[in-house]
């Protein structure tokens, strides 16, 4: 699948983008075992999302849906899943496949966990270390997927994460949930909170400090409700595209801004962005906002390191801000962006320097030299959030950008292709 995108055009109306996917996630996590009906409104109806679906109902648990963004999830309780016949296949999934292996180390049965070529490449020993000293069985071959994971008998542990990581944070408490004792996770810098705020939701208790979540094993979840909000994640591509496309104001309708997630809003606004955010609310334990967003005139920042987990995901869309913006952005601290589904610095850099924009490539970040985007040819190496950066790219290009491999837009934002355009721009999608 690859995308013609139009030069110009602005952004206008009112949209809401898809349900969170990591929210989506955890609540087919905990209501799969939970005790009792989870209902689930808002979900991603993403390929990430489906791929945890398929491995819970694969281990033998009833899941109703998902239709127009509803799920109802029979809960097994914790230790009522049964042994795959197949391997659970994670897709392109990362939050699948290391959530799943905290659940899986703690079962009384043997899993394998697999997934697609860009998952094979990404660091599982950051959550099979971990889990390891927990007690837990698990084989990989260079620490790399297919994992095999033997249930066994686990324990508490006291960990600090090496980086700053809410999948490896989310794997050890999923396993504290089957371990002896207690289970706390620090870590080393802010990440987000959905676990630990679901987990309570579900009524499993979890004490926080500010860099540290400790439960005890041995509880139990009860079925939930959960009205999944937008993901600020998938609504980055619109403040982007509204903030770099003349005359564009743009509605952006019941985001989740949950403070743990909302680093870019605070990125784009001291790159001069016209970002407010009204309608404020609490969904399901998870704040929400309408964002509005008006065309602005971005200036080069030194993004402070202390943001860069906060909007980790966001970064593709903020190379674009930065390459449309007057004068140097430089982002430090973000080495964690070359082990996403893609290594996003080099195919950043590669893309915008394909459309002419002067990017010097560091260890942990880049420094972009705002400029003028020429058209061109742009390879997203099969990453959703890189393809849909450089869509809103051709808003501010001097003529159409072609992005290949797109096919992975579908993982995080199967109507993206729609909703761009009925905010206005000019996308096609062809398969070639
Ligand atoms: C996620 C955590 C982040 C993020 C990913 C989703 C989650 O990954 O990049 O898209 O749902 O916990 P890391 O834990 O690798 O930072």
């Known amino acids: 699948m690859e995308y013609l995108v139009q030069p110009g055009g602005s952004l206008r109306g009112r949209i809401r983008v898809p349900g969170d996917k990591s929210i989506s996630h955890r609540s087919v996590i905990l209501g799969a075992l939970a005790e009792g009906v989870t209902e689930v409104s808002g979900l991603l109806e993403g390929a990430d999302v489906l791929a945890t679906i398929a491995a819970f109902r694969a281990m033998g648990v009833q899941i109703e849906g998902p239709e127009n963004g509803r799920l109802r999830i029979h809960g097994v309780g914790l230790h009522g899943l049964q042994a795959p016949s197949e391997p659970l296949d994670c897709g392109n999934s990362g939050t699948a496949m290391r959530l799943l292996a905290g659940v899986m180390a703690g079962q009384r049965f043997a899993s394998t966990l697999m997934g697609d070529e860009s998952l094979q490449r990404r660091p599982m020993g950051r959550v099979i270390d971990p ?11 260079g ?63 979890v004490e926080q400090e500010s860099l540290r979540a400790c439960l005890h094993g041995g509880g139990r979840l009860s079925g939930q409700s959960i009205d999944v909000p937008a993901d600020i994640s998938s609504a980055t591509f619109f403040l982007l595209g509204a903030s770099i496309a003349p005359d564009s104001d743009l509605l952006l309708e019941n985001v989740g801004i949950n403070p743990t997630r909302t680093g870019v809003i605070e990125i784009l606004t001291r790159m001069g962005a016209r970002i407010d955010l009204t309608q404020l609310r609490e969904v399901g334990g998870e704040p929400v906002a309408d964002i509005r967003v008006r065309s602005g005139k971005l200036r080069g920042i030194a993004i402070p390191p202390r943001l860069v987990p906060l909007a980790i995901d966001e970064f593709p869309a903020i190379f674009i801000a930065a390459a449309c913006a007057e004068g140097q952005t430089r982002v430090s601290g973000a080495e964690e962006l070359r082990v996403k589904e893609s290594d996003r610095i080099a ?10 924009i002067a990017i010097e490539e560091t260890v942990d970040g880049a420094v972009i030299h705002g400029g003028e985007l020429q058209g061109g040819t742009v390879d ?31 993982t995080s934002f199967p109507n993206f292709p729609e909703l761009s355009r009925q905010a206005g721009l000019h996308l096609q999608e062809f398969d070639k």
Do not use: W
């Open 143 to 205: 620490g790399k997927a297919p994992l095999h994971v033997d249930g066994a008998p686990l324990h508490g542990i006291d960990y600090t994460l090496p980086m700053a990581s809410a999948q490896v944070k989310s794997a050890i408490l999923l396993a504290g949930l089957y371990a002896d004792g207690k289970t706390c996770v620090s870590e080393p810098a802010p990440t987000r909170d959905h676990s630990e705020r679901m987990l309570r939701g579900f009524g499993y208790a």
């Open 347 to 356: 195919v950043m850099a590669r893309g915008l320097c394909s459309l002419g």
């Open 380 to 410: 997203s190496h099969g990453d959703h959030r890189i393809a849909m950066s450089f869509a809103m790219a051709a808003l501010r290009a001097q003529s159409a950008i072609e992005i290949r491999d797109c096919a992975n837009v579908a």
């Open 131 to 141: 889990l390891r000293s927990m007690g837990a069985k698990i084989d990989a071959q």
